[in-house]
C-alpha cells in the first residue's frame, strides 16, 4: 500500500511539474510576443516589460529546478518515472534560454523605436510569428506527453530556417543599398538571430519530450 500511495503522490509531482514548465514556457511566449508587438508599434514599455519579466522566468525556471532534484533525491523514481523527473529538467533549462533570447530581443528592439527611418519589418516579424507559434505547440506537446507531435513540430524548423536566411540576405542587401541604415539593419540582425536561436531550442525541447516519454535520445534537427 506504501508503494501505491508514493507511486501516486510522484504521479501528483510530476504532473505539478509539467503545469510549472507550462507557464514557464507562457512567459517565454508572451515575451517573444512583446518583442515583436514592442518592436513593431514602436512600444517601449512593451520591451521594457520583456525585459523585466526575465527575471520572473529565471526564478521559475529556479524553483522547477529545485524541485525536480527534491523528487530525484526524496522519491528516487525509476522507469519511465525518472525518464520523465530529467526530461522536465533538461525542458525547463531550454526555456530559461529561450527566455535570455526573447530579453535580448526586446534589448536590441529598443534603440529602433525613436528612429524616423528603418528597414521593412515585414520579413522578421514573420519570423517572429512563426517562432512564437512553435513555442506555444511545443508547450502542448509537453503537458500532452505526445511526442509524435513534437516530432512533428520539430520537422517545421526548416520553415523557420528558410525565414531566417531570407531576413539574412535581405536585410544585407538593404544594409548594402542603404548605408544610413547600418545600424538598425545590424539590431534587426541580431533580433532575427536570437529568434533563431529559440526555435533551435523549441527542437532540443522536442528531443526532450521524446526521451521523456520513451527514454530514447534521438536528434530532431
Known amino acids: 500500500m506504501a508503494d501505491i500511495t508514493a507511486g501516486r ?18 512567459l517565454v511566449a ?9 518592436l513593431e508599434e514602436r512600444d517601449g514599455d512593451r520591451l521594457r516589460t520583456v525585459v523585466s519579466r526575465d527575471l520572473e522566468i529565471n526564478e521559475r525556471h529556479r524553483q522547477e529546478r529545485e524541485r525536480g532534484i527534491e523528487i530525484l533525491a526524496v522519491s ?3 522507469g519511465q518515472a525518472l525518464y520523465a523527473v530529467f526530461g522536465l529538467l533538461l525542458i525547463a533549462s531550454e526555456l530559461e534560454r529561450m527566455g535570455d533570447h526573447a530579453k535580448s530581443c526586446a534589448r536590441y528592439a529598443l534603440p529602433l523605436i525613436e528612429l524616423s527611418s528603418r528597414p521593412k519589418l515585414d520579413t522578421i516579424l514573420r519570423l517572429g510569428h512563426y517562432v512564437e507559434e512553435q513555442v506555444r505547440d511545443i508547450l502542448e506537446a509537453v503537458t500532452s506527453n505526445d511526442f509524435r507531435r513534437a516530432q512533428d ?3 517545421r524548423d526548416d520553415r523557420i530556417d528558410r525565414i531566417y536566411h ?5 536585410m544585407v542587401e538593404t544594409m ?3 548605408p544610413e541604415w547600418a545600424y538598425p539593419g545590424a539590431n534587426l540582425l541580431f533580433i532575427a538571430h536570437n529568434l533563431e ?3 533551435d531550442r523549441v527542437t532540443n525541447i522536442a528531443e526532450d519530450v521524446v526521451f521523456l516519454e520513451t527514454g530514447r535520445l534521438v536528434e530532431l534537427g
Open 9 to 26: 503522490e510522484l504521479e501528483v509531482e510530476l504532473a505539478a511539474r509539467r503545469d510549472g514548465i507550462r507557464l514557464l514556457g507562457q
Open 176 to 178: 548594402r543599398e542603404h
Open 197 to 199: 536561436r529559440i526555435a
Open 153 to 155: 513540430i520539430a520537422a
Open 30 to 38: 508572451e515575451g517573444v510576443a512583446g518583442a515583436m508587438t514592442g
Open 166 to 170: 531570407r531576413c539574412f540576405d535581405d
Open 76 to 78: 528516487h523514481p525509476t
